[in-house]
Each structure stands twice: as structure tokens, then as C-alpha cells.
């Protein structure tokens, strides 16, 4: 009697078990397949530009002549010539602008950032910093649009006028400074909310540590909070260069449009490859047009550049090692 | 001065919540001190109090009076600073900094404006000499803490309380997440320390309160039942509670 219901037993368990592990295998099937397609996605994008944008240095471009890919990447001019007629298009000194507008946009919003989340996560009063919070995630969720309405509106007039005041006639504000201030602004709140939640998680046990040791609030938030939030906070900073990086609508509002550089004056009028692609886009055609796809390769290049030497110093600094 | 501590009338609230009942102890100097007692009985509260951490809960109020070396530390302007200074604590978690080993124990000393990179070195290595580490860290002092084991971290954990020349050690279940053979160590090296420091102790094991104490006190919810001599308590206890706590018939 005994042993038949054991054997009853372990049948229905192992029915249970056949059950579980084929639902188990859908649910993975199910995620292979949404990552392959969200994967796919990405790599069909990266492809059609590809395509398109390596058409004006493979083709004589309806007679105008290939477009050699030396001084593409080295000019100092975007187009000697007259447009549909040359094939001397250059991005160097775009490229530069580029990088140089990212870098000192976050050297304006880094600091700035880290601050006000440090601020947020352990100084303000609670109420206080739940509000800020609030206002923070608001101010990353406004559409760049409005960064550059606000930008040509309110920065472009600050800048014309600050311009001035050192005797400087700048193009109605339109400048390295102007782009740098909008992307500044643009990026903080991502900076900041990401530095703030990785300041947040930092352990409460390390905090009392420290304070226990005799360390001031201050000391602790510098010397200890700081560096265990690091990684979240240099992650804050990856994130914060590929949207200076990859801006476009808002940066073609204040940049000024320049067609030769680079521009290293914080006056000057400036372009970046973002802007470049999106001047004119709509309205022309041919070589002009399809060598704007090759731009967007460069762009692709230089965040992957950009990402993959950030990651490599993140992976220094995360690592104690280093100090 | 027989006594560093002296604790008079403390009671100490949580909101409405009252954690601690008119305590009174007084703790010798150089001798280690153990707080037994079930889990709630506020063995950890009370021991905060001694180095003022209960004042970051906001909830905290406290009455009575704590005097460190005769000075009441809960006077106004109070320098509480120094007080951790010279009252250093070791948590139940292992809680090193994620820097350096040599970071971890310079981390204090810095905080008190050292800057000389000689000095420092002197007493980062002094200090995890001290704390029977140094042996084990010397080749990796530029490692990151995080990457020794469990009782190796306490150990620097100590190491970067001594290296503030404190006078009184407080340490909180210092060994309960540590397995059996760390803990060896841990007691070894109270047993070592207690030349130089006075030490307080909350532990949950009564072995070790008995192995490495030379007073214990015995809290039970928030009332100081007993205090004595070690070898008093766990041989004759005056109170009846305290002989059904020792004896394992609760808690
Ligand atoms: N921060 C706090 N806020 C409110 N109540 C607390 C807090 N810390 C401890 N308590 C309460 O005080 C009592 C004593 O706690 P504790 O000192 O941690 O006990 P023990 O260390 O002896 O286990 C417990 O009832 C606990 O719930
Ligand atoms: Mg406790």
C-alpha cells in the first residue's frame, strides 16, 4: 500500500517538474528572441548608414569624383568649391569641435552635477531633497527642442551681450560658448540624477564608519561617499558625453553653423557633426546629400571611441589600484 | 583614575519608545567589558551612546549623564570630534572603505589634518601591526580592503580604529559574521589589545564573554540586570534572571 503511493507520489512530481522546466525554456526563448531583434534593430541602422555614407568615397559621384577619405578626415574646410560641383568635403576640424564642445560642457555640468547630488542624496533636509528630485527628473525628461528654444531665446542674448562687454562682436550669440552653456544645461540632470542615486546607494555602514572615526559630515561626504559612488558617478558621465555628443536639434540653434575651423575661441562660431548633418539635410541631394551619411559614420565612430576609452578608465578608477 | 567611564542615570528614548531604563555602570580602565544580553535589550544602543553615534538618529533623545574621563560628554559644546577620537568602534559588519588597505588606515589620521606622507606610514603600519594584520598586507598595501577576507577586513577595521591612539575600543558583535578560526583571532588579539585599551564588547555568544572579559554586564529589555565581575556572573549570579539567561533557559 505504501509503496504504491510513493510511486504515485514521485509520477505527479515529475510531471510538475516537466511542466516548470518547459515554461522555463519558453520564457528564455521568448528573451532570445526580443534581444535578437532589438540587436538587429541597431545593427540594420548602423548598416544602412554604412551603406549609404561610404557611397561618396566609393563612387565618382555622378562625375564630380570620389571624395578621398585622407582629407576628409584631416580638412579644415566642410566644402571647398561650389556645392554639386566638388568633391573637397572636409569633417576634421568638425570632429575636433565636436569633442572639444562635449569636454567642456561637462566640465561645466560634472562638478555642477556631482554637487547638487551630493547636495540631493545627503545634505538637503528631506523634503527639500524629495522636491529637488522631482525637479531634476522633470528637467531630464524636457525634449531638447525646448533646451534650444531656450538656448536661442535666453543664451544667445546673454552671450551676444557678454561678448560685447569685452569688445567682441560675436554672430548674434551664435558660439562655442552658446553651444557649450545648452549642453551644459542639457546634460546636468541626467548627471544629476544618476550621481544622486548611486550616492543614495551608497552603504549607510561606510557613512557611520567614517563618522566614527571622528571624521566630519563634510569629510565623509568628500572622502568617502564621493569615491564609493564613483562608478555610478563616472557612468553619470558616459551617459552625459554621449548626449553632448549626440545632440542635434538644440546645438543647430546656438552653434552658428560654421563651414571651416576648428573653432577654439569661445566666441567664434562653431559646428558640430550633429549640426552639420542636420544643416540642409532636406533640402539637397546627391554627393551633398549622401556625404552627410558619412558624417553620421564619423559620429558613430567617435562615440564608440568616446565610450570604449571611458569604459577603459572607468575600469581603472572603480579599481583601487589606482590610488 | 580607576574608572574612564562613568555612566549615571541614562535613559534613552526612540520616539516614545523607551530603549534604555536608568542604566548605571561604571567601566575600568584597561579591562575589557562585556555586554551580554538577548537581541532588542539595547546592547548596541547603549553602546553608541558612549561614543555619541545615537546623536545621527534623529529620534534619539537621551537623558542622564556619560562621563569620559570626568568630563560629561553630553554637556553642551561638547567637542564630539574628539570624542570619536579617542572612543573608536568597531561595527558587527566588517565595514572597510572601498580604497586602499593603506587608505583605510590612513583614512583617520588624514581626517585629523595629517599630511606627512612619512608620518602616515608610520602609523598606518604601527597600527595594522597592532591589529596582527600587518604580516598578512604588507606585500599588497595598495590593494583595495575589499578584496581581503571577512576577518581580515574586521582586523583593518581595528586597525583604523587604533590608528587614532584611542583610549577606549567599542566593538559591536565584532565577530558574528565571522567564522570560527577568525574568531580565534579576534579574541586573541582583544586579549593583546587590552594591555593598551579599554575595551567594551557586545557579544551574543556568552563563551566568549566568559573567554576574553574580565566584567560583563547583562541588559535585558533596556534594564541593566547585573554587573560584575566575569567570573561572578557565569559562576554565581546575584539575580535570578541573570542565572536563567546564563544558564540558557531563554533569550
Ligand atoms: N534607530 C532606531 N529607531 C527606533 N528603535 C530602535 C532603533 N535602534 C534600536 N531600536 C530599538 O531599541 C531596542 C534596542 O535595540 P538594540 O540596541 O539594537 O538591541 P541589541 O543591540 O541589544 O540587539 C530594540 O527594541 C530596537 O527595536
Ligand atoms: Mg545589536
Redesign the interface.
Request: aromatic share 10%.
Given at each position: 500500500m505504501n509503496s504504491i503511493k510513493h510511486k504515485g507520489d514521485s509520477i505527479i512530481l515529475t510531471q510538475k517538474k516537466n511542466k516548470k522546466e518547459i515554461i522555463d525554456s519558453v520564457v528564455r526563448l521568448l528573451f532570445l528572441i526580443t534581444t535578437i531583434l532589438s540587436a538587429s534593430f541597431i545593427i540594420l541602422i548602423i548598416i544602412f548608414i554604412s551603406i549609404k555614407g561610404i557611397v561618396p568615397f566609393v563612387t565618382d559621384n555622378n562625375g564630380i569624383g570620389r571624395v578621398d577619405i585622407i582629407t576628409f578626415l584631416t580638412g579644415r574646410v566642410w566644402l571647398t568649391g561650389t556645392a554639386f560641383q566638388s568633391n573637397l568635403y572636409s569633417v576634421g576640424f568638425i570632429i575636433i569641435n565636436t569633442l572639444y564642445i562635449a569636454f567642456l560642457a561637462l566640465m561645466i555640468s560634472m562638478p555642477i552635477g556631482v554637487l547638487t547630488a551630493l547636495f540631493i542624496a545627503k545634505v538637503a533636509p528631506k523634503k527639500i531633497a524629495e522636491f529637488l528630485r522631482t525637479v531634476v527628473e522633470l528637467l531630464a525628461s524636457i525634449p531638447s527642442i525646448v533646451y534650444g528654444l531656450f538656448g536661442s531665446g535666453v543664451i544667445l542674448v546673454f552671450v551676444y551681450n557678454l561678448a560685447e562687454a569685452f569688445n567682441i562682436q560675436s554672430k548674434g550669440g551664435n558660439s562655442v560658448m552658446a553651444t557649450v552653456l545648452v549642453l551644459a544645461l542639457m546634460t546636468l540632470p541626467t548627471i544629476t540624477a544618476i550621481s544622486e542615486v548611486s550616492i543614495r546607494s551608497v552603504g549607510k555602514d561606510i557613512e557611520l564608519g567614517s563618522l566614527a572615526l571622528g571624521a566630519t559630515k563634510t569629510q565623509t561626504n568628500f572622502k568617502v561617499i564621493l569615491t564609493s559612488a564613483k562608478s555610478g558617478i563616472f557612468a553619470s558621465a558616459i551617459l552625459g558625453i554621449g548626449r553632448a555628443l549626440g545632440e542635434a536639434t538644440a546645438v543647430s540653434l546656438v552653434a552658428g553653423n560654421a563651414k571651416s575651423g576648428p573653432s577654439l575661441g569661445i566666441f567664434d562660431i562653431t559646428s558640430t557633426l550633429t549640426s552639420t548633418m542636420l544643416e540642409g539635410l532636406k533640402e539637397t541631394t546627391g554627393i551633398d546629400y549622401d556625404i552627410r551619411f558619412s558624417v553620421g559614420i564619423i559620429l558613430m565612430i567617435v562615440i564608440l571611441i568616446t565610450n570604449l576609452i571611458l569604459n577603459f578608465i572607468k575600469r581603472k578608477v572603480g579599481n583601487v589600484d589606482v590610488k | 583614575m580607576k574608572n574612564i567611564l562613568k555612566i549615571m542615570n541614562l535613559n534613552l528614548y526612540y520616539d516614545e519608545f523607551q530603549a534604555l531604563k536608568d542604566i548605571n555602570i561604571d567601566i575600568e580602565n584597561n579591562k575589557v567589558t562585556a555586554l551580554i544580553g538577548p537581541s532588542g535589550c539595547g546592547k548596541s544602543t547603549f553602546l553608541k551612546c558612549l561614543?555619541r553615534?545615537n546623536d545621527?538618529i534623529e529620534i534619539c533623545s537621551i537623558f542622564g549623564e556619560i562621563e569620559y574621563k570626568e568630563e560629561n560628554i553630553y554637556k553642551p559644546n561638547y567637542d564630539v570630534?574628539?570624542?570619536?577620537?579617542k572612543v573608536?568602534?568597531v561595527?558587527q559588519?566588517p565595514?572597510?572603505?572601498?580604497?586602499?588597505i593603506f587608505?583605510n588606515v590612513a583614512?583617520?589620521p588624514?581626517?585629523?589634518g595629517i599630511k606627512e606622507k612619512k608620518r602616515l606610514e608610520e602609523i598606518v603600519i604601527s597600527s595594522l601591526k597592532s591589529a596582527a594584520l600587518y604580516e598578512e598586507v604588507k606585500d599588497r598595501m595598495?590593494?583595495?580592503?575589499?578584496s581581503l577576507s571577512g576577518g581580515q577586513q574586521q582586523r583593518l577595521?581595528i586597525a583604523?580604529?587604533i590608528a587614532?591612539e584611542p583610549e577606549v575600543i567599542l566593538m559591536d558583535e565584532p565577530t558574528s559574521s565571522l567564522d570560527p578560526i577568525a574568531t580565534l583571532r579576534i579574541e586573541e588579539l582583544i586579549n593583546e589589545l587590552k594591555k593598551k585599551y579599554t575595551i567594551i564588547i557586545v557579544t551574543h555568544s556568552m563563551q566568549q564573554a566568559a573567554r576574553i572579559s574580565d566584567n560583563t554586564a547583562f541588559f535585558l529589555m533596556g534594564e541593566l540586570i547585573e554587573f560584575n565581575k566575569t567570573d561572578k556572573i557565569f559562576t554565581t549570579p546575584l539575580q535570578q534572571k541573570t542565572e536563567d539567561y546564563i544558564t540558557g533557559r531563554f533569550g
Open positions: - | 561614543n553615534m545621527l570630534i574628539n570624542l570619536r577620537t573608536g568602534m561595527f559588519k565595514n572597510p572603505f572601498p580604497m586602499s587608505d583614512y583617520g588624514r581626517c585629523q595598495k590593494k583595495s580592503a575589499l577595521c583604523r580604529a587614532m
